[in-house]
C-alpha cells in the first residue's frame, strides 16, 4: 500500500500511482510529465485516440487549464465540485496533446475524496487520470480490485468508492449543455442550478462520437453479463449453453446503492464459477433519471439483453 508521501515522490519523478475517487479508482500521472502520460497509455493498454480527464484540486488550478472557463461551467463547479461532474473546455498549452489525444479541449474534474485532494495539493501540478482498469474492462471501485488487475503498480488505498460510476460528463456547445456520459450527477440537478443563477441555458442527452466509452461495448466482465428487463428472460437471441450456471443480481431499488455496487458485483460475480451473470432490472428504471448513468454503462457491459429490442428511453 502507498501512503501519500510516496505517491506525491512517485509522481514528481514522473511515476504513475492509482489513487482512490468518490466515483472510481483513477491511473494517475502528472499532466507535467509526458513520460508519465505514455506510462498510463502503455499501463492501461489504451489507445491514443481515447483523451484523459485531467483532476485538479481547486477551481483556479481548473482556470489554469483553459483559455475559457465559461460562467455556466464556474456556477455549476461551485455547486457540485468536488464531485461527480467533469467540464469539457478549450485547453491551453499547459496541457499536452497527449493528454487530450489531439483534441482542443480538455476534461476537468474535481474528485471528492480527502486523500487524492491533498496528493494534487502537495504535487502543485494537477493529475491526468483515466479509470484504474485495462482498456474496456470494467472500471474498479476498490483498492482491492486495482491489486488484482495492476499487482505491481502502487496503490493508495481510500477504500470503497461511494458513487461507483465514473462522472457525468458536460460539453458546452453552441450555449447548450450536452450530456456526453451520464453518471451520478443528474440532468435536474444541472438544469436546477442553472435556473437558481437565472440562466437560460439548455441541458441534453448527447453522446459524443469523442467521448467516454463510446465504444458500443465497455465495462465488460470476463463472463456474459446478461440484462434482463422485467420479468421474463426471452431466451431466443441468447445461446442456451452460456444458461449452464447463471449467477443472477436484483440490481437494488436505490440508484446510489445500485451504483455503489455495480462494478464490485460484476468482478466479484465473476471470480465465481458461473456461466454468465444475470443483472434483472426493473423497467420502469429505463425511464426513471436517477438510473440513466447505471442503464448506460449496464448496457455497454451486456453481451446480451432481453429483450433483444427494449426501448431505453434515458
Ligand atoms: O469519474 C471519472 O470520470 C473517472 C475518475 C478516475 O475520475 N475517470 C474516468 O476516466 O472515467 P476515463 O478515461 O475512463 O473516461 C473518461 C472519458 C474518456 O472515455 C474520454 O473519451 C472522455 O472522458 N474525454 C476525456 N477528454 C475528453 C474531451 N476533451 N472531449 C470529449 N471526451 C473526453
Ligand atoms: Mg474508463
Known amino acids: 500500500m502507498t501512503n501519500i508521501d510516496e505517491a506525491v515522490k ?26 508519465a502520460i505514455q ?17 485538479v484540486s481547486s477551481i483556479e488550478q481548473a482556470k489554469s487549464c483553459t483559455h475559457h472557463w465559461p460562467t455556466c461551467f464556474d456556477i455549476l463547479a461551485k455547486e457540485f465540485w468536488p464531485g461527480p461532474v467533469t467540464f469539457i473546455v478549450p ?17 476537468l474534474r474535481m474528485p471528492d475524496h480527502p486523500l ?20 474496456t474492462k470494467t472500471s474498479p471501485t476498490d483498492y482491492q480490485h486495482v ?24 460539453g458546452l456547445e453552441n450555449n447548450k449543455i450536452l450530456i456526453y456520459r451520464p453518471g451520478m450527477l443528474q440532468k435536474s440537478d444541472i438544469e436546477k442550478t442553472l435556473k437558481d443563477h437565472q440562466l437560460d441555458i439548455s441541458v441534453t442527452y448527447h453522446e459524443s462520437p469523442i467521448a467516454p466509452g463510446h465504444l458500443k461495448h465497455h465495462y465488460m466482465p470476463k463472463r456474459p ?43 466479484e460475480l465473476d471470480k465465481e464459477t458461473h456461466s454468465c451473470l444475470i443483472f434483472k432490472l426493473k423497467e420502469e428504471y ?15 457491459a451486456a453481451s446480451y439483453t432481453s429483450p433483444k429490442n427494449f426501448s431505453n428511453k434515458t
Open 147 to 170: 491489486k488484482q488487475e495492476f499487482p505491481d503498480l502502487p496503490v493508495v488505498d481510500g477504500g470503497k468508492c461511494q458513487v461507483g460510476i465514473e462522472s457525468t460528463i458536460l
Open 225 to 267: 453479463l446478461v440484462l434482463q428487463i422485467g420479468h421474463n428472460l426471452e431466451k431466443g437471441h441468447i445461446p442456451n449453453t452460456i444458461f449452464k450456471n447463471p449467477l443472477y443480481w436484483d440490481i437494488p431499488d436505490k440508484p446510489a446503492i445500485a451504483a455503489r455496487q455495480l462494478y464490485s458485483k460484476m468482478r
Open 91 to 107: 485547453k491551453n498549452d499547459s496541457i499536452s496533446e497527449t493528454i487530450t489525444s489531439g483534441l482542443q479541449t480538455v476534461g
Open 10 to 35: 512517485i509522481l514528481k519523478e514522473g511515476g504513475v500511482v492509482a489513487l482512490p475517487t468518490e466515483t472510481v479508482y483513477g491511473l494517475a500521472g502528472s499532466i507535467n510529465s509526458q513520460a
Open 286 to 300: 429505463l425511464v426513471q433519471e436517477d438510473f440513466s448513468g447505471i442503464v448506460n454503462r449496464l448496457i455497454k
Open 39 to 55: 506510462k498510463i497509455f502503455q499501463i492501461k493498454e489504451r489507445p491514443f485516440f481515447d483523451p484523459l480527464i485531467v483532476h
Open 116 to 135: 487524492t485532494l491533498k496528493i494534487i495539493q502537495e504535487l502543485h501540478s494537477p493529475l491526468a487520470a483515466p479509470s484504474a482498469n485495462k482498456f
